[in-house]
Structures are given as C-alpha cells and as structure tokens.
C-alpha cells in the first residue's frame, strides 16, 4: 500500500503558517522530534473532498533554503529529501505574508523552482488591507506560474479554497524534483521585489496599527515601565486566577480520599492508594490550575508578537551579561518549564549564547517549584500586609523569583568569562506585526500542556511516590516505633542526612530529596506520603501537611529548603533535554554539578545566617 | 545613481530615528558569515531604503529598522556596516 500523500506547509518565519496549518489540520495534530535532530516536527492529517486522506506536515519557518539555525536546516532537508525520518513531500503550499511579500517571495521563488507541485497561501490579506496594500493574485499567479489562493488563516478564511487547489493538484500528474539551481540571495531578492512590486494594484499610506503600537511599548521609558507591569501580572495572575479552581481540586482530593478511606478495609492497600497515590499525585495535581495560568500568558505574549518586543527591550541588559535579548524568550519560558524554555534556544544561532542560555534555564523559578514554594512559604511565613496589596507571603515568593533570575545572570556573566568565553554579540529579529492570536490556538497550546502535565502526574510522580511509600512502609514499624526510623526510605534518609545535615536538613527533607529527583513537586509528595504514613490517623490535607511541618521543622531549616530548591537541578526531564539538546553528557553532568553546588552553599548560607539570627 | 562618497553618506547606525536613507554598501566581509546571511535573509541590499524607527532603552541598542516593509532589529555593532545616503 502507498502512504499517503504528503503535503509540507513551507514559509518564512511570521508568514502564518502554524495558523493556516492548525486551519488545514484542526486539533488532529501529532508533535513529535526529528530523529538526531532536536526539531520539532508537527504533523496531522487532511481530508480531501473526495475523501482521500493526506498527510500534512509544518517545517520550520525559514528565510531561505541557506540555514542560519538548526530549525532552517531541517526545513532544507525535507525539501530535498534529506532528512532522516521523514519522506520528500508530494506537494508544497508556500505560505506568505501579503504585507511582506517583498521579502516572503524570495523564498517562495527558491521553493517553487524545486518543481513540486506547489500552491501559494496568499495569507493575512486582511492585515495587507489594513495597512492600505491592494494586491492582485492573478498578476502573482501569472509571474510565479502556480496556483495563488488568498487566505485568512486566523479567520479560517480560503482555507476551502486552498483545499480544493490541493485537490487538483494532488490528481495531476507530476514529474520529479529538480535540486536547487545555484541561486543567489541578491538576484532572488531583486527578482521577489520586481514580482512584489507587479502584484500591487494599489497603496495608500496609512499610519499602521504596529508603528502606533509599538511607538508606546517600543518606547525608551514608558517600553520597559509595560514591560515590567506586565511581568507583575502575569505572576500576581499565576496566584489570584488560580485560587477559585485549586481550591475545587482540593476540595475533589479530599472526597476521593474519603471515599476510598471508606471503601477499603484498612490494611497496606488501603495505605497505598490513601497515602500514596492519593496524597501524593493530589498533592501535585492541585498546582495544574496556576501552570495553565503561565502558559496562557506565554502564549498569548507569543502569539501577538509582544514577546519579540520584550527580547528587544532587555537584549542590552542581557548583552551585559553575555547572552543576547534572544534568550530572553527560552528564559521567559523557562518560568513555566525548562524543558520547553530550553528548546526554545534553538533559535538562538550563536552555538555559545545557545549553551550559556541552556545552562542558566533551570534557574528561572519554573512552575514545578511553586508547589514546593507555596507549601513551605504557608507553613512558615506569616501571612502579614506589608503594605495595602502586599503581603509579607507574597515578597518571600518575589524574593525568591528573583535570587533565580539573580543567580542565573551571575551564572551566565561567570560561565562567558570562563568555560564559555569568545564568540556570541549577535541579535537579529524581526519584528512581527502585532495581531490577536486565534484563541482556538491558544485553547490548543494550553490544552497540550495540561495533557502533558497531567500525563506526567500519573505517570512519573505516580510512579516514583508508589516506590517512595513502599519504601516508607516496608518493615512495619512495631509498637513504639516511628514507621520513618524503620522503613527502608528512613534509612537511605538518614545515610543522606549525613550529608545534609550541615546546611539544617532533617531526615524527612532527605527523605524527599531523592524521589524529588525525578520533578521537583514530586518534594511535596513525597513529605505528604512520608508524614501521612507516620500518622495514619490524619488525612492528608494541605492544612495538615502544614500543620505538620511546622512542628517537624524550624524556620532556619525550611528557609534553607527553599534556597536548595532555587538553585538544585532536581528535575531528570531537564536533564534529559539538555543531553539531547548539546549531543552528549559533558553539558548536563557540568549544569547538575554547578548547581548541586550553588544549591548547597545557598541552603548552608541561609541556615548559618538565620541560625545565627536566632530564627 | 549615488556617487561614491556624497557629503552627508553615514552609516545606518549614525542615522537619525524616523530618518529615511537608500543603502549605497554593505561591508560584507567585516560580518561573520550567519550575521551577513541573515541580514540579507532581511533584504538588506544596495540600493534598499531603510528607516531607523525605535532604539533599545539601554545603550541606545538595538536598532529597530524598517527594511522594505519589514520591520527588523539588529545591534548597533552590525547597523554600522551598513553603508546609507539619507533621502530628502
């Protein structure tokens, strides 16, 4: 049987093409990874109106068939058939900016002399109308000699047009790809603005939305003042917006425990599902609200194109520090997860701001630390105002958001005057016309990192807090003795303690300290699973968990906690992504070392100094 | 056609914000070769009219450019190879 046909969807970056691509495919899409390569590749699947089903697949955007990032080179490969894990496309459609042609065409005419059947998205026409840009697609049609079809792809407008093409065209016949004709940037360019210029039918000068838009949040002082409002609320959001809906879980935790508690015969089962994969996965899950919070920000500050103008403002600063205002984007990321903020350094073309960046990512206070963060800061810093609108909970949470951001400059400036030095200083972007991005993107994006959150829940966190009570369980404990001096857990705890202990660790955070390993909320169930098998009586609610840890620790050793945790690479996925991302083990072993060490000199400062505070 | 060396020839990050300037030379072999890919991937070319529009609040960097219709940003150390004649 012949596999289905496939069609790439092919374009300059800010052209529209994931758009039009999510407007051909709808939600039916699959993301995985080139083999050896760490680009994404997403695909999904088209059908025809006669039925016929074809295989669509969305390249990375790229200026031209020369690569200038590891993204530009896969998209280069596909096209000519060179990439491993993926067959040469059937057919093409080039997706183009109407606004922007004169520099979209270039492009384009390189695709087009490739001779596969090819259709041209005329795309954003709407925004080329608005900007007083009056084109004529059958002049386009006539010089470019393939099917030109205008599009909307936010709108979902020509998409069945575009469809129908793609009909005729699959049907026709076709005759083999020709390689690349030796062609010259200068002399394509020339070409795509003589086109361009022979597709206007008319222009009228309008002040354009962007050049208002950006006269503001461009602007040398009001720029950086939104900037930093911004910032502000997308972190107060990631608390205020997510109380109502946390609080629903927790609530739905509690239930599921009670009945089960009720259900079960009280015994070592009993103790699994209550204390293990309840209190422990539950414990974890109530955080699902306040990371789809941060990724709706991230998206949308993506999608309208403000994030450019972030990396834009900051990228002197960062400069400083030897990184360029490209990182600023994979760093913002990394808020809500390293692992996506570390593949977004792909972008970045210098290979050593690349590595600088990947290495200073785990840094950026990522959303797995909130639970972590929450819980202790509830359990040990009063809950005073400080002023109208701050609480004295809320500056410790800030403060520790920017010894983070602190520690990851510091890191950076250190790791470019050492291991890292020479090279770098470049920063080229384009900046992309504001636009509202379809909110059934958005829905799309978030709803793929819930699956992937919740995936994990039930997978990784479940997995490893099964292992964590079983080995907090076994030998049962006889009368008189705690289950936690007993059981397995307790004593690899206690060998870890050893080490520990200077910096004001206890048995139970040692405890927690190897499972957390795996993600750093798994911290918190694994204290709650540790603590709801010592005292099996109570359930294992926040307010108890609390409850407990304030009797359990001093206020010296959960603030030396928290320092360990701004600072300790506990997280293998990161690990993970950083040894596929640098091709090998040097980078990752370098990254958990350093910041096994910074962790550990940061928790032991904190614990001497508040120590000697009387704390 | 620009003449060689007119009075008032500058390079683009010398250029005055909202200034409008036709590129007479780029000094291609003072970039590496992915900065001069990808400013040509931007269309920066002789003969291309180019627009200083914004500037970074620290250090006066970045340089915001309009570069035909596209809107680019790049650092002051490249916009200096970037030879202009301002239009009036």
């Known amino acids: 049987m012949n596999p289905l046909p496939l069609v790439a969807v092919a374009g300059s970056p800010n052209a529209g093409k994931s758009a039009l691509f999510n407007a ?94 090819t259709i041209i998205a005329l795309n954003m026409v709407d925004l080329a109308k608005r900007d007083g840009l009056e084109l004529d697609p059958k002049t386009l049609e006539k010089l470019l000699g393939v099917p030109v079809v205008e599009t ?72 950086p003042i939104i900037l930093a409002l911004i910032m502000f609320v997308m972190f107060q959001a990631v608390f205020a917006w997510s109380e109502t809906p946390k609080s ?89 997860c390293a692992v996506p903020g570390i593949m977004a350094t792909r972008t970045i073309d210098d290979p050593k701001d690349r590595l600088t960046t990947i290495l200073v990512a785990p840094l ?46 510091l890191a950076a400036l250190v790791l470019r005057r050492g291991v890292l030095k020479g090279g770098g200083g470049g920063f080229m972007m384009e900046l992309p016309k504001y636009q509202w991005p379809p909110l059934k993107d958005v829905a799309i994006g978030i709803l793929t990192r819930a699956e992937i959150f919740l995936k994990r829940a039930g997978t990784i966190i479940l997995g490893t807090t099964i292992i964590l009570w079983a080995l ?9 003795q705690k289950q936690s001096d007993v059981s397995i857990a307790g004593k690899i705890g206690r060998a870890i303690e050893t080490v520990v202990r200077p910096i004001g660790f206890n048995q139970d955070i040692s405890m927690a300290l190897l499972p957390a390993m795996a993600a750093r909320e798994v911290a918190v169930s694994a204290i709650a699973t540790v603590y709801s098998i010592d005292s099996p009586d109570q359930r294992a609610g926040a307010t108890t968990l609390q409850d407990k840890l ?23 996925s990161t690990i ?20 096994f060490v910074l962790a550990y000199c940061a928790a032991g400062l904190t614990y001497w100094t508040a120590v000697a505070l009387g704390l | 056609m620009n003449a060689p060396f007119q009075p008032d020839a500058t390079s683009l990050d010398l250029l005055k914000v909202g200034t409008k300037a036709r590129v007479s030379a780029v000094d291609w072999a003072s970039l590496d070769e992915a900065e001069a890919c990808r400013l040509r991937h931007f269309g920066f070319d002789e003969g291309v009219t180019v627009q200083p529009l914004h500037l970074g609040p620290f250090g006066r960097d970045p ?26």
């Open chain 1, 24 to 117: 051909l495919t709808g939600a039916r899409q699959k993301v995985g990874n080139y083999p050896g390569v760490t680009v994404e590749r997403h695909s999904g699947r088209l059908t025809l109106a006669d039925g016929r089903p074809v295989e669509m697949v969305d390249l990375p955007g790229a200026y031209s068939l020369e690569p200038a990032s590891p993204d530009e080179a896969v998209t280069r490969d596909v096209l000519l058939g060179r990439q491993k894990g993926e067959r040469q496309p059937d057919a093409l459609v080039i997706v183009v900016d109407s606004s922007n042609l004169d520099n979209h065409l270039r492009f384009a005419l390189q695709l087009i002399e490739l001779g596969l059947p």
């Open chain 1, 152 to 223: 909307i792809a936010v709108r979902r407008r020509g998409i069945a047009e575009l469809q129908s093409a793609l009909d005729d065209m699959l049907s026709a016949p076709f005759c083999g790809v020709h390689e690349p004709v030796e062609s010259d940037l200068i002399h394509l360019q020339r070409r795509a603005r003589e086109i361009a210029t022979a597709a206007v039918v008319s222009e009228t000068p309008v002040r354009r939305w962007t050049h208002r838009l950006d006269a503001v949040l461009l602007h040398p002082v009001i720029g």
């Open chain 1, 248 to 336: 629903w879980i927790e609530d739905g935790i509690a239930w599921l425990s009670n009945q089960a508690s009720a259900a079960l015969p009280a015994g070592l089962v009993r103790s699994m599902i209550v204390d293990g994969a309840i209190a422990g996965v539950g414990a974890v899950i109530t955080f699902l609200p306040q990371i789809l919070v941060l990724f709706l920000f991230i998206l949308l500050l993506e999608g309208t194109g403000y994030m450019v103008r972030a990396a834009f403002l900051m990228d002197r600063l960062m400069h400083g520090v030897g990184l360029s205002g490209r990182a600023f984007i994979p760093l913002l990321s990394s808020f809500a």
């Open chain 1, 364 to 409: 950026m206070t990522c959303s797995a630390r909130l639970p972590v963060y929450t819980l202790i800061i509830a359990a040990f810093i009063p809950n005073t105002r400080l002023a109208w609108g701050v609480g004295l909970q809320g500056v410790v949470m800030f403060g520790l958001y920017i010894t983070g951001i602190a520690g990851a400059l």
């Open chain 1, 472 to 480: 907090a369980s076994i030998p049962q404990a006889g009368p008189g």
């Open chain 1, 550 to 572: 304030q009797h359990r620790w001093s206020l010296a050793t959960a603030l030396a906690f928290l320092a360990w945790f701004v600072f300790a690479p506990q997280c293998i």
């Open chain 1, 576 to 595: 993970a992504v950083t040894r596929r991302e640098t091709n090998g083990w040097k980078w990752p072993l370098f990254m958990v070392s350093y910041l």
């Open chain 2, 63 to 88: 340089i915001a450019i309009r570069v035909g219709r596209m809107t680019v940003a790049i650092r002051r150390r490249h916009a200096g190879a970037i030879h202009v004649q301002p239009i009036r």
